[in-house]
């Protein structure tokens, strides 16, 4: 189908989808849905990466003008987080940690749809 209409399945997805459009990325290419769903799960939630939700949050400047995530990806499967150049907000390793293990029952094994990560 070229749509598919569907209630909330899996945040992640709304990257995953592209990623393996754009790439040509294979249903058995694990790895690489793996990190394309990891990389969806990052972003999804928004601020929450740029330090919208940080521990530390009083080393997060800007709060009013945070910037959103942006997510660079490669077919390799490797990618970069970043928000946009003058705005607020922090990308750091804890503000991606922090969302990394968000609604994550098991950070072992992130169950998803598509793939387990």
């Not at 009083?58 to 150049?85: A, L, M, Q, Y």
């Amino acid at each position: 189908a070229d749509i598919v209409i569907t209630g909330r399945c899996v945040d992640s997805a709304i990257v995953l989808g592209p990623l393996i459009h754009t790439f040509g990325w294979k249903q058995n290419e694990y790895d690489l849905l793996a990190a394309g769903s990891l990389a969806g799960h990052l972003i999804e939630c928004g601020a929450q990466c740029t330090g919208g939700i940080f521990t530390d949050w009083h080393t997060v400047s800007d709060w009013d003008n945070i910037g959103f995530p942006i997510v660079e990806c490669s077919s390799d499967g490797r990618f970069i987080v970043s928000k946009p150049p003058n705005t607020g907000g922090l990308v750091s390793f804890g503000t991606v940690a922090e969302q990394l293990i968000y609604e994550i029952g098991d950070p072992c094994q992130y169950l998803l749809p598509d793939v387990v990560c």
